[in-house]
Structure formats: C-alpha cells, structure tokens
C-alpha cells in the first residue's frame, strides 16, 4: 500500500542550513527571541507537524492570489504575490523572500494583504501582534503604509480582517527586537525567554524543539 503520510512528510522534508548571523529573516521578529537565537546557535530540523501547518498556510496564501487574479475579481487587481526583501541596518541585514503577503490595488490605492491561517476563526478578535510588527516592517519597506490582516479558517475559509495603518512607532520598536537579538548573538548570550514570561506568546512553548534546552538554562 502507498504511504501518503510518509510521502508528505518526505516532500515537505527541508535541508537543515547553518543561518548567517547578521542576516535575519523578517518572519523572526514576532517570535520569542531566544528560541530565534536557539535557532542560530543550535539549528534543528524543522518539526514535521509544524511545516504541514506551515503548507496549509501556503496553499490558503495561493487560493486567495487566484481569486484576485481570477476574472471574477473586477475591482481589486492583484499586483504582486510574493516579492524579495531586504533592509539593511548599520552591522546587520534583515532579508528574505515574502511569500505570505500579497499587494493589491483597489481604487488607485496598494494595499499590503497579510494572510494568517487559523484553526478557528471565531477566537480571532483582534490582530496578533507578533502579525502586526511583520506588516509594519514590510509597509516600511515597500511604502505602501495601508494594510490588511487576513485570518483564513482552515476548516471553513472563513475570514475575519483588520485594518492596519502604518506605525513607525512599531517599526522602531520591530528594528530595536532585531538589534537586540543581533546584539545577544554576537556576544553569545542568553536573551530572556519572552515566552515563559508574557501570556499572549506561551503557547509557544508548547511546539518549542528548543523547550529541553531552555529549561536547563533556567535551572
């Protein structure tokens, strides 16, 4: 018999790869800063339940590309569905391909769309932060200072979107994350564990690869 688990398991199946220190990646900004660091010092395999959630949420970016490219789709144009990024700071770089955001132009106006998959849309109230600092960062870049965050239900498609304006207050305080991380790598130290501390970001243990070790270095 064919194994369909194991085939998607293979196929989803990264490269482990060393990271750079002093290039980041702008997906790293709302995570908990010490498994980030972890993930420079100490890389590991990606877990597999994890990219199958982060496929899911590929594929719901792609459906949502082909709406508006489709010809039912008359009054938003798609611009761009993925596009490079990169800012350079004073000793670092934060750069990567975007693939999770899409620029749109409705009435002469470009709008960011960020598109988050969720596993049930009627917990949604309000933007994640770690959400908003990634679109900040991005309508800083672009110039484009109108945003949406787009929370897709993976069972239903149902939506629920927030409004976001430009922040540069965000932005600094998203510049200053990395300058810290950057600053902890460099000297090769332990930042704090944001998700033992704050209550919205503790669930991030529990998928944590980094958990074990984490907890040794509080002891």
């Known amino acids: 018999m064919i194994n ?15 990271k750079t220190i002093g ?31 982060f496929q899911v949420g590929e594929m719901l970016h792609d459906f949502l ?26 000793d670092f770089t934060i750069s990567g391909r975007v693939d999770d955001i899409l620029i749109v132009e409705k009435d002469g106006k470009k709008v960011l769309v960020e598109v988050k998959s969720v596993k049930m849309i009627e917990m949604v109230d309000e933007p994640q932060f ?10 800083n870049a672009t110039g484009i200072h109108d945003g949406l965050l787009v929370y897709v239900e993976k069972s239903s498609l149902q939506i629920k979107q927030f409004e976001i304006k430009y922040d540069k207050g965000i932005v600094n305080y998203v510049i200053e994350r990395f300058r810290n991380l950057h600053k902890h790598l460099i000297e090769n130290t332990l930042p704090s564990p944001e998700a033992k501390q704050r209550d919205d970001m503790k669930w991030m243990c529990k998928r944590c690869e980094y958990k074990e070790m984490c907890d040794r270095s509080e002891k």
């Open 4 to 18: 369909f688990s194991n085939l998607i398991d293979q196929h989803l199946k990264r490269e482990l790869k060393q």
């Open 23 to 53: 290039r980041y990646y702008p997906s790293e900004v709302g995570g908990c800063l010490r498994k980030t660091w972890y993930s420079y010092k100490y890389p590991k395999e990606v877990d597999k339940e994890l990219l199958k959630i």
């Open 65 to 90: 590309a082909e709406v508006l490219r489709s010809d039912k789709t008359q009054d938003v144009r798609l611009i761009e569905s993925e596009f490079p990024f990169k800012m350079d700071m004073d």
């Open 130 to 139: 770690s959400h908003e600092m990634q679109i900040q960062l991005y309508m």
